[in-house]
């Protein structure tokens, strides 16, 4: 691949393969067709539950392969999980290469009900410590690459660049895919107009019954009603995920675990792969070359949405994203 023309001449960034179809014009038609063209990937899974040092547990569904294949994690997106579009598109494509696959679900988002008040948040590297420490130590000669979508994408640069070195004993190639980078920046885009509406009041569906029951289990101070009244990233964030978590604030929690800053001190080779007409982060906020270490490889498409990259002749195929990313980790 060549570089971009609008790049720096010291730049990682590469001018980048993918091309949207004529018939799938602007970032938020790539971004919602996408996930229909998901569930026509079929994968069987098997899933296993791990108790947490917190005694909570989590759900892995895994991708059975030969012993001695490599292995790849994929870490979902805000309310994803392993039957998510680009979960299943992946998993298809790696079962195909022969190599096993995880998909660990962050607490809440295997369709049970997790014990604890702690939930999952975008800066929530500790978990994801956890996993993948346990996932390597399970055979400390299997190669680990990992993978990560939107919000999950977010956690996994942060912790890359937070354990820097020490994560390349751990994981050998890491993709962050969509990445809302800059958390400012994405809740500034999703809470108002028409994103708001396409975007925003979809997570909050899924996410407002989560919050109730944990309220209700927990007894929680937090007004129910509140909860209900939310209808941005900033409400939920302030009445919820930030206290929950330790933080003070949405502003403290967008902050503190944006990825963004993290990006200088990683060591793994990673792809940071966003759409520079991605409907939840502005182009503005994406990182430039000065912003990043020499082992990060910049790739901005002009088109294809939020984890859209949806290709080929109508209906369309998602065969792009999985193709670009295991090419990434075999390099």
């Not at 295997?110 to 994801?128: F, I, K, M, T």
């Amino acid at each position: 691949m060549s570089r971009i023309s609008d790049a720096k001449s010291d730049s990682l960034a590469l001018e980048s393969t993918y091309h949207a179809p004529w018939w799938l014009p602007g970032g938020n038609l790539q971004t919602l067709y996408a996930r229909s063209l998901g569930r026509n990937d079929a994968v069987s899974y098997r899933r296993e539950r791990w108790r947490t040092p917190d005694e909570d547990f989590i759900d892995l569904d895994w991708l059975d392969s030969a012993a001695d294949s490599p292995l790849v994690v994929l870490f979902h997106g805000l309310e994803g999980g392993s039957q998510s579009h680009y979960a299943t598109s992946l998993m298809a494509a790696v079962g195909r290469q022969a190599w096993r696959g995880v998909v660990p679900h962050f607490r809440g988002c295997s369709a049970e009900a997790n014990c604890l008040p702690r939930a999952y948040h975008a800066g929530d590297s500790d978990e994801l410590d956890w996993i993948l420490r346990r996932l390597k130590s399970q055979d400390a000669k299997r190669r680990v690459y990992v993978i990560a979508i939107s919000l999950g994408g977010n956690m996994l640069l942060k912790w890359l660049g937070e354990r820097s070195e020490a994560a390349q004993g751990i994981v050998a190639r890491a993709v962050a895919v969509s990445a809302p980078l800059d958390l400012h920046a994405a809740a500034a885009q999703l809470d108002f107009g028409v994103k708001k509406f396409l975007y925003t009041r979809h997570f909050l569906r899924s996410m407002q019954p989560k919050v109730l029951a944990k309220i209700a289990a927990h007894d929680l101070a937090i007004e129910p009603r509140a909860v209900q009244a939310c209808s941005t990233f900033r409400e939920i964030d302030d009445l919820y995920t930030a206290p929950l978590h330790g933080f003070k604030n949405a502003d403290e929690y967008w902050t503190k675990t944006s990825s963004k800053p993290w990006l200088k001190t990683i060591r793994v080779p990673t792809l940071v792969l966003n759409a520079r007409n991605d409907p939840f982060l502005p182009e503005s906020a994406l990182p430039k070359s000065g912003e990043v270490s020499d082992a990060v490889t910049l790739e901005f498409p002009r088109k294809g949405g939020h984890v859209g990259f949806v290709s080929g002749k109508f209906p369309g195929q998602l065969d792009w994203l999985p193709r670009r990313m295991l090419e990434f980790l075999a390099s």
